[in-house]
Nanobody, 124 residues
Framework: QVNLVESGGGLVQAGDSLRLSCAAS????????MGWFRQAPGKEREFVAA????????KYADSVKGRFTISRDNAKNTLFLQMNSLKPEDTAVYYC?????????????????WGRGTQVTVSS
């Protein structure tokens, strides 16, 4: 059992920054990977970023490359998503998830546990 709780969402203006956090608890294998997904109103859930347990490998969706940075602090069981230069199209509920796969995964079916999400709203 893995529990994930996101935080850090809020209401911001275009160009602003936010840092999302995901606090994890439960049992983790050393190879567990984590990722961020988002779902905007009227849109399908989409991959945002993923990171391996070591943090040495990361992957980003094209839409956020150069603006978002995923990181993790395993000692604190926390996943982060630094979001810079936010755009209105970034508005969504952001979810963190954990995967038992060692490699970074952008397919949601590879993730076993999900948080309940945190709302990010970016005004123009």
């Amino acid at each position: 059992q893995v529990n994930l709780v996101e935080s850090g969402g809020g209401l911001v203006q275009a160009g602003d920054s936010l840092r999302l956090s995901c606090a994890a608890s439960g049992r983790f294998f050393s190879s567990v990977g984590m990722g961020w997904f988002r779902q905007a109103p009227g849109k399908e859930r989409e991959f945002v970023a993923a990171i391996t347990y070591s943090g040495q490998t990361v992957k980003y969706a094209d839409s956020v490359k150069g603006r978002f940075t995923i990181s993790r602090d395993n000692a604190k069981n926390t996943l982060f998503l630094q979001m810079n230069s936010l755009k209105p199209e970034d508005t969504a509920v952001y979810y963190c998830a954990s995967s038992m796969k060692a490699d970074v995964q952008e397919d949601s079916v590879q993730y076993d546990y999900w948080g309940r999400g945190t709302q990010v709203t970016v005004s123009s």
